[in-house]
């Protein structure tokens, strides 16, 4: 096992008592936990104060465009199965402009780990309304109070057939980078949506709101992941927010079904000319 | 003797005119004739009005004829819709009760035949689908095709897949569809054709053939969501790719398709997507990504009629200037043009390496014509392929570089590749502009100096690039300037203006970015008259062309915005009435 800062390039510059400070400590912990080598683990971000991760984690790293870290962690991990691919979003990225490839990377199972710091508005510019914004909440955009009904990421996930579905609270570091690990270790998608406070535009879902509104899967009694009508009661509670391990199950993942042989990475297939070959298929041409 | 000759397939959707051009066409292909098709379909799958035209020649050609020789029709609509295009002495098949009898002047000198193909494929075979066949059968006789060449055919498609009894029940389909056009036929009808040898030929279509390329050119993951007319690519490399050990992969839309091509590049891929208009609105966002990461990909365009969803089944060349001009910010790219099937596969294979020695996204545009019609032309030659995958660092070298820079500053602009899983050569790829790590960086002096850097990679990039392509005659005033798939009505319209007394040249653009202005400069002070030529109708070419060639002289547009693609004829009668 490695030490955590093996992961550690910077000291992040996030608003002092950001929820994404304990997600960048979570996930160095996850990784450390497995042993990863900082060349095999590729961390692939979207647009927003999340972003920034890959300037601080010590890993290569994909900071791409605005909710579009789906695909470009999808095609990573297709091209190099043996990579560790972990995607990091904010609720933004994940479930407004990007929600459409969220959709789909579930509904493949491609082989991910894809991390979704919820912070229940737009930070980066300034505290925007989100599509998990409260209804009625005031922010920069909705100076009459929100007039959107909010969505829930891991209940999409239930509905579009997510394999692997937790939810962790940045505020619980612990509890948290065991689920990230968990997420890591799944053959197939995994997410792990994040309760993350963002104490500059966010005064409503602070550290102690979380704390009073959430509850753990594992502190009910015989819950078990598995069971997915279980998950949709903790998921569709009207008061608690489910945190922990949600649902899980087998399902082969899109990278096996989709490649020849995984163990022969596209990344390092012999692309020289098999002129012989090629002339064969030329010849349903003749 | 006969020389040239075009036969038109007619009916509605869903008539099986489709599956009748594409034998024929082949079936005159082995008869040794080049061979160029093209389809006329709507948007649809049953219903409306279609129509296949196969055109065969002696010389090389590369697009449609002015006139149509034979018109054999499945739904007696069609006679009067393509009557104009039938050429004097043509003969006209129809199937069926319902013709109406053209007028005296409109039908001189062509003859009308009725074949009742349906009622008797009903009768002998029954079921009406062995008309098609019949009817292949009835133009063998007509055009004197030896009848083994149809069974080969008939063999060929269905053996393996429907056995021996479908052969049999079709060649005797054949048979009687042959029988039968020399019982209506008188033999002054017929056209015979000189059977050739057919060697080291194929019969492919541009999309094909860019697929055959990536392929060639170790294209190994493919990305794309499906639009027409585009799809043809993916929908032939699906069935290879995998015993390649690649992956095809259809996304949720076009964003996915390319983000997922840069990440599958990123990772080590050769990697491609293709699409249309529409999907190429979409891909703009990640075509700015491409740029400014410095990710190697390669995108197939096809052009369809736009704007908007415009009309998905018609051939125009109306997004010239989208990926030279598009997308948000500055970065280079380069944009390939091919004018034959077989410059579909040796430009698609130079993209692969273009965009691995750049580091940027290379286009291949195309258009429907090109893309989905098929087109004879040499078998490719894999010799000649190499596979270039420019500033890559090996695994090893990388041990001995300390401190690896993804994005340093170099003279040519391009910098060392490393890929993940490798070490030493962890970086980040940043949309945001970098440092030469590719970490952040919001400094001014190095915003400019990486801006540069970026720019410059093309520079010296000429003469790795497709140059253009001169024809005709070296003396000439009239000039023509084009690109794709206007080839074939622009080589042929040179011809009947020389028939003309009017000798002319035509310079053939195959990189229309980074733009080739040194040729297009000198092309343009040999000559007197310059018309370009395009399929659209704001004349994209042209303003492409005065935009990069200052001063430049008047040039002529020669423009064509409608539904079908260019015949010769639109080309040689606006030189004509120029010089009138």
Known sequence: MKAKEFYHRLNPTWCKGCGLFGVFD???????????????????????????????????????????????????????????????????????????????????NVGLTY????????????????????????????????????????????AAGGTFIARGFSGEVAHLSSLIERGMKHDGFALIDILSPCVTHNKVNSYDWYKKHISHVEDLPGYNPGDKAKAWEVLAHPEKIAVGLIYEEAKPSFESLVLPDREKPIASLDLGVDAQRLRKIMDWFR | MIKDLSV??????????????????????????????????????????????????????????????????FDCEAILAHLPEIAENGIVFCDGEGVQTPSPEQARGKTFHRLFLRALAKERFGQEIFKNVMALGALSYVLDLD?????????????????EEVVRKNTEAARTGFEKAREITAEKECHPLTRR??????????????????????????????????????????????????????????????????????????????????????????????????????????????????????????????????????????????????????LTVGAFNLADKYQCPVIILTELDMGQNFRTSRAFDFSQVAIERGKFLSPGELLGIPDFKRYEITDDGISPRSLPSWKNGVHLVESLEHDEKGYRDEDPLNRNRMVEKRMRKLDHASPDLFAPRTWGCQKADVGFIGFGSTLGAILEAMEQLRANNIPSRFLQLRTLWPFPAAEVRQFLAEIREPFVVEHNFSGQLATLIKSQISPCVELKNILNYSTRPFIPGDIVEPVLRSRR
């Open chain 2, 147 to 163: 009848p083994s060449l149809l069974d080969g055919i008939i063999s060929e498609m269905f053996l393996k897949r429907k056995g």
């Open chain 2, 197 to 346: 040898p057919d060697e080291n030929r194929v019969l492919i279509s541009g999309d094909e053939a860019i697929g055959f390329g990536a392929l060639a050119a170790g294209c190994r993951y493919f990305a794309a969501y499906p639009i027409c007319p585009a799809s043809e690519i993916w929908q032939w490399l699906v069935h290879y790719l995998p015993d390649f050990g690649g992956a095809v992969v259809q996304t949720e839309d076009e964003l996915a398709a390319l983000n997922m091509a840069l990440g599958a590049s990123f990772a080590g891929a050769r990697a491609m997507t293709s699409t249309s208009g529409p999907g190429a609105s979409l891909m703009m966002e990640a075509f700015s990504l491409a740029g400014m990461a410095e990710i190697p990909v390669v995108i197939a365009h096809v052009q369809r009629l736009g704007p908007a969803t415009g009309m998905p089944t018609k051939s125009q060349q109306g997004d010239v200037l989208q990926w030279i001009f598009g997308s948000h910010g500055e970065f280079p790219r380069i944009v390939l043009a091919p004018g034959t099937v077989g410059e579909c596969f040796d």
């Open chain 2, 8 to 73: 038109m397939i007619a009916g509605k959707a869903g008539d099986g005119v489709l599956f009748t051009g594409n034998v024929l066409a082949k079936l005159l292909k082995r008869h040794g004739w080049e061979i160029v098709t093209s389809r006329d379909f709507p948007s649809n799958i049953r219903g409306e009005a279609t129509c296949y035209t196969v055109r065969a020649s002696l010389d090389k050609i590369y697009g449609l004829g002015d006139q149509v020789n034979i018109l054999l029709a």
């Open chain 1, 26 to 108: 979570a996930l160095k912990r996850a990784a450390a936990a497995l042993d990863v080598e900082s060349e095999d683990l590729v961390i692939v971000t979207g647009i927003g104060c999340h972003g920034r991760l890959n300037n601080y984690f010590q890993a290569y790293g994909f900071h791409g465009l605005h909710g579009r870290a789906m695909p470009v962690a999808a095609g990573i991990k297709l091209v190099n199965p043996r990579l560790q691919v972990v995607a990091v979003s904010g609720d933004g990225d994940a479930y407004s402009i990007g929600l459409g490839h969220f959709i789909h990377a579930l509904r493949k």
């Open chain 1, 115 to 158: 991390i979704v710091v919820d912070n229940r508005l737009f930070a980066l510019t300034q505290g925007q309304a989100s599509p998990t914004t409260d209804f009625g909440m005031v922010t920069l955009s909705t100076p009459l109070g929100s007039k959107d009904f909010p969505i829930d990421g891991p209940s999409l996930a239930l």
